[in-house]
């Protein structure tokens, strides 16, 4: 075990600390001490996995160093991706943290020999306390570092003294204030709200990676090279579709002191960016509209991709304002809708072209106003809901116009109704103006439209709103509303009369409603020939004059009642004695319904 147990310094990385821990114990070779650790711990740790344990692993080994778990916790990287709720799918190729290499200070390598957490983050690129560009290679053998370099203060190829490496310094103010940033969101995650969108690490350190691989694609490299300070940004960055683990100091001064300068001149340099972008590299430019600018749609990053909106419709479209979207980010909006309500001409829209890919663009402003009208209406189901209405009947009233303001819209398969709650609050009151206090034929609303058919409901109210129908209307719910039986027949009678004239068809439900008999019987009266001749095949109704043939010789049961104003029971009864005579009916095995002379 252990002779001795030093403490960590603030920002020392755990592999940094179990090196020094091993220097300290005069271990001739840094790497005997995960010899130990397998030893007494049955635990075989590779040195660049080091940084990444956590559980029960990083416990034991926080034990053995003799510091807490907390203390080690944060010596480790994965509390920075929690905390940033950032995904680690491979460590290896992950792009924050670099896995098996390492940058330094040589300024501080003088001062005391650790590693600080900065040096493997892979967007530093300063030493903010020297203000000078950090290293990342042996300035004689330009060997690439690893930790136990920095706890040698060797190159471990030629052994050149690393803390007596030259220094890199005067670079501009900008890499300062950058490096600094990062250095808070490392040290306590705090950022300073560096523009209107950015307000937290997690959203800078995201935005950063997402515009710097972008700009990798399709700026032109001289576009991020920085001939001022001799920095020319060159070499492989990209592994695929992503920015590799290792990058160069030079490499990431050049591309995060491009993106930072957009950052702090949002969003007048992301248009200069797409510019250059447009003019570069069509197919790297075809590939971030098409793939990289919806990715980030309801995300922290959504500003990029309004920007990105905002930039089609002012530069292309030469529209005024700026505030735009596109057609596929309405539903992350208003879940309701999907893009598709750009296409019902309910709002103006824009419709570009660019490169192959096809935008549409619609003025955040003019959708906001349709949502405030559709927020403060009822759909078709809401308004079943408050009346108490089937499907068909809401539907058949709504289809006639009857609602003032209200309208249907497609949104993908679905046929969506906005009724205006004013105009439902209109209609109502109106029809409670026309109410009277008595009724002599009473049935309610929804029996009043089962009688007549649901798609003849329009017909009820519109009568209703012209004080053609009697009824009473002493409840707030519309569905409470008490008709008169009789005058609603006769009214909806001559609706279907004079509908039925100038299509000269009149249908089955009609006649089943006027006759107040069933389908079985028209079509038993039809066989027996009392409805003329015609052909009923392919049609559901008859001729409109075969059926006033009908109606003027003969009389059924139901308009004996509502003619005399009876019960249908007494008609059946003055049958029964014998004061009317039938000429169809089950008595004379002709049907199952009574049928007068008229």
């Not at 290499?101 to 300063?126: A, D, E, V, Y």
């Not at 990058?247 to 300068?261: D, H, K, P, W």
């Not at 096809?358 to 559709?374: S, Y």
Request: hydrophobic content about 40%; some cysteine; glycine content about 4%.
């Amino acid at each position: 075990m252990l002779l001795f147990f030093p403490k960590p310094y603030s920002q020392e990385t755990l592999l940094s600390f179990i090196y020094r821990v091993a220097r300290e114990h005069e271990m001739s070779n840094l790497d005997w001490i995960f010899e130990l650790i397998e030893e007494k711990l049955s635990i075989n740790v590779a040195p660049e996995r080091v940084n990444w344990l956590m559980g029960a692993e990083l416990k034991s080994i926080a034990e053995f160093l003799g510091i807490t778990l907390s203390e080690a916790e944060k010596l480790t990287v994965y509390h920075h991706f929690e905390r940033n709720h950032m995904e680690v799918r491979k460590e290896s190729k992950n792009v924050w943290f670099l896995y098996k290499k390492t940058r330094f200070c040589p300024l501080c390598l003088k001062q005391g020999g650790h590693q600080r957490k900065s040096w493997i983050n892979c967007h530093s690129i300063m030493c903010v306390e020297h203000c000078t560009l950090l290293l990342d290679s042996c300035e004689k053998c330009c060997n690439i570092l690893n930790t136990k370099s920095i706890i040698l203060d060797e190159c471990t190829i030629c052994y050149n003294k690393l803390s007596n490496s030259p220094i890199k310094a005067n670079f501009p103010n900008k890499f300062i204030e950058y490096q600094q940033i990062l250095n808070q969101i490392l040290e306590d995650n705090t950022l300073l709200p560096l523009n209107g969108w950015i307000q937290d690490s997690a959203t800078f350190l995201k935005a950063l990676d997402f515009l710097a691989l972008w700009a990798v694609k399709m700026i032109p490299t001289e576009e991020l090279s920085i001939p001022t300070y001799n920095m020319n940004f060159k070499g492989n960055i990209l592994e695929r579709n992503h920015l590799r683990n290792y990058r160069t100091v030079e490499q990431a001064a050049c591309l995060y002191s491009y993106i930072f300068q957009i950052f702090n001149n949002w969003p007048s340099e992301f248009k200069e960016f797409i510019k250059k972008a447009e003019n570069n590299n069509g197919e790297a430019y075809r590939s971030f509209i098409k793939y990289g600018i919806p990715r980030i749609i309801n995300t922290s990053l959504w500003e990029i991709s309004r920007s990105f909106t905002n930039y089609v419709a002012l530069e292309k479209g030469n529209l005024t304002g700026n505030q735009y979207l596109r057609s596929d980010e309405v539903k992350y909006l208003y879940p309701k809708f999907n893009g598709s309500i750009i296409n019902t001409g309910l709002i103006k829209s824009y419709k570009f072209s660019i490169l192959g890919s096809n935008l549409t663009v619609i003025d955040k402003r003019e959708l906001e106003f349709f949502m405030n009208k559709f927020e403060n209406s009822y759909t078709k189901e809401g308004l079943r809901e408050i009346w108490g209405t089937s499907a068909k009947a809401t539907y058949a009233i709504l289809n006639d116009g009857i609602m003032e303001g209200a309208f249907w819209f497609k949104s993908g398969s679905a046929y969506n109704w906005v009724i205006p709650k004013t105009s439902i609050s209109f209609f109502e009151e109106k029809v409670k103006q026309g109410s009277i206090k008595v009724i002599d034929n009473p049935t309610s609303l929804n029996e009043a439209i089962e009688w007549i058919g649901p798609d003849n409901a329009h017909l009820l109210i519109r009568n209703i709103l012209i004080g053609s129908i009697k009824y009473t209307y002493d409840s707030n719910k519309f569905s409470d509303l008490i008709l008169d039986k009789r005058n609603l027949y006769f009214q909806i009678r001559e609706e279907i009369f004079k509908s039925s004239r100038n299509s000269k068809v009149i249908s089955l439900r009609d006649i089943s409603f006027l006759l107040g008999i069933k389908k079985s019987d028209i079509l038993h009266w039809i066989e027996s020939g009392r409805f003329g001749e015609f052909d009923l095949e392919g049609t559901n109704g008859i001729p409109f004059q075969n059926f006033m043939d009908f109606h003027e010789r003969f009389i059924t049961t139901l308009e004996l009642a509502i003619t005399l104003n009876l019960h249908i029971k007494q008609v059946i009864k003055k049958y029964t004695l014998g004061k009317l005579i039938s000429i169809s009916g089950p008595q004379m095995n002709d049907g199952k319904r009574l049928l007068f002379l008229r």
